[in-house]
């Protein structure tokens, strides 16, 4: 396909503001309609030749049917995005404006930009004639932003259809992993990160409960004094760190590229386990990665200034490391805070299991980075912190793996969920040049 039309279809997504909410009844789902016709009209091709199925009337599953029966594989992405605040953008936040090679508006990283080069990626093979030997599916989501956990996840449900069909991914890939400076882990290039699993989620509510009364005879300690200590109890006293499958497997594959003495001290990280876990948790990036994290982000008090707390709350979001689980994080919790303080637990998920990097299927995600970004030499498997769709799909394939092949990404990752979001042009039209090499090798038999 033209460049210049590639570029028009990703403004014209950018145009259609799905936003997504935890409250349905805000969503507007006339823009999620637009956004599904602009599909049909500017990918032609796809609508002729491949099967389109609606899943909770907005979620898109397209099936490409292969000319062999071997398991298929499966392009995911989200086409809703998260709320703007107007007054911090430059630029309309929905205007998908091009200005000195980008293209600005909420979405063009988190992930528009990443579904339409799927789909200019399709529609390209499809009009080179290209016959995939494997069945294409092509699974964007429409309320990714709000949690595949909640009863109307799109991606949940279409996971339920495809399973009940007995489907089983030879390779299913989502957006995640990342562009990033080596040189803190002796590596003298920007390194490729490919999510090769996910860590858990948990919401865990703190409350202490008194009788209250007015502010100007306050106990001893208050309500709100007895949650936030039990809550600094686990800010100061964090989670034990330690290696995990997917670290293990980044930091052997980025020993041969390392300087000394890194090279020699994770090249026998378990003899000198203690002095790398100790470098690795000062930096909030690295220490994300070897262990559980739990940190306050809400409370509540008493409705009125001068009125004691009856019932005061934090809440504490924790994103559990593989080998914890959501048992055991709320048992150390319980033991940390003591009797006096109720822990209930709220929204979570399990950690995913970790994928194989040594895989054929992470060999072609590998090479495909590697063909069009050959300056980024060094590719690696990594943990993801943050969660995505792809994760329901854990059991129904052994290569389910996180990519955004957008190499603006590296200096433009603060952007997303942020002011100013955007997209180098030059990045996009590399990814799709990736989700063709992709489609080309990924889907022979």
């Known amino acids: 396909m033209k460049q210049s039309s590639s570029l028009e279809h990703l403004q014209k997504a950018i145009q259609c503001e799905t936003i997504s909410y935890p409250d349905r009844s805000r969503i507007d789902f006339k823009e999620y309609d637009k956004f599904i016709d602009f599909v049909k009209k500017a990918y032609p091709l796809l609508h002729k030749k491949a099967k389109l199925e609606f899943v909770e009337k907005h979620s898109l599953v397209f099936h490409l049917k292969g000319s062999t029966d071997k398991d298929p594989i499966a392009l995911m992405g989200h086409y809703d995005v998260v709320p703007v605040n107007p007054a911090g953008w430059n630029v309309g936040p929905f205007s998908g404006e091009l200005i000195d090679g980008y293209i600005y508006g909420r979405g063009t990283l988190d992930m528009k930009g990443q579904v339409i080069a799927v789909l200019e990626a399709v529609e390209a093979c499809l009009e080179e004639g290209l016959v995939f030997e494997r069945d294409v599916y092509l699974l964007f989501g429409h309320n990714e932003e709000t949690g595949s956990e909640m009863p109307d996840s799109g991606a949940r449900l279409t996971r339920d259809l495809l399973k009940s069909r007995g489907i089983h991914f030879k390779l299913v890939l989502d957006e995640g992993g990342a562009f990033i400076n080596g040189k803190a882990m002796g590596v003298n290039s920007t390194v490729a990160l490919i999510g090769v699993g996910e860590k858990g989620y948990l919401d865990v509510e703190l409350t202490a409960t008194q009788n209250g009364g007015h502010a100007s005879m306050p106990p001893v300690t208050s309500a709100l004094y007895d949650v936030f200590q039990a809550a600094m109890k686990m800010e100061s006293h964090k989670f034990q760190a330690d290696f995990n499958p997917a670290t293990n497997a980044m930091f052997e594959a980025l020993v041969p590229h390392m300087s000394q003495p890194l090279k020699f001290l994770f090249k026998y990280k378990q003899l000198f386990k203690p002095i790398l876990l100790l470098a ?56 940390r805070v003591g009797p006096k303080i109720k822990v209930s637990i709220g929204h979570g998920t399990e950690p995913t299991d970790i994928c194989r990097s040594d895989t054929p299927q992470f060999e072609l995600v590998k090479k495909a980075l590697s063909s069009v970004y050959p300056e980024f030499s060094v590719v690696a498997p990594y943990l993801m912190v943050a969660a995505t769709d792809s994760r329901v799909y854990h059991g129904m394939s052994e290569a389910v793996y996180r990519v955004g092949p957008f190499g603006s990404m590296k200096d433009d990752r603060g952007t997303i969920h942020a002011d100013n979001e955007r997209i180098s042009v030059d990045s996009f039209l590399k990814g799709i040049e990736f989700f063709k090499i992709i489609l080309k090798e990924g889907s022979k038999a």
């Not at 690795?280 to 940190?295: F, G, M, N």
């Not at 008090?301 to 934090?314: E, F, H, I, T």
């Not at 914890?324 to 709320?330: G, H, L, W």
């Open 280 to 335: 690795l948790v000062k930096s909030p990036e690295t220490a994300s990665t070897v262990r559980t994290t739990s940190v306050m982000t809400m409370a509540s008090g008493s409705s009125a200034p001068n009125v004691l707390a009856q019932v005061a709350k934090v809440n504490i979001n924790c994103r559990i490391i593989p080998g914890d689980s959501i048992e055991k994080v709320k048992r150390r919790i319980e033991t």
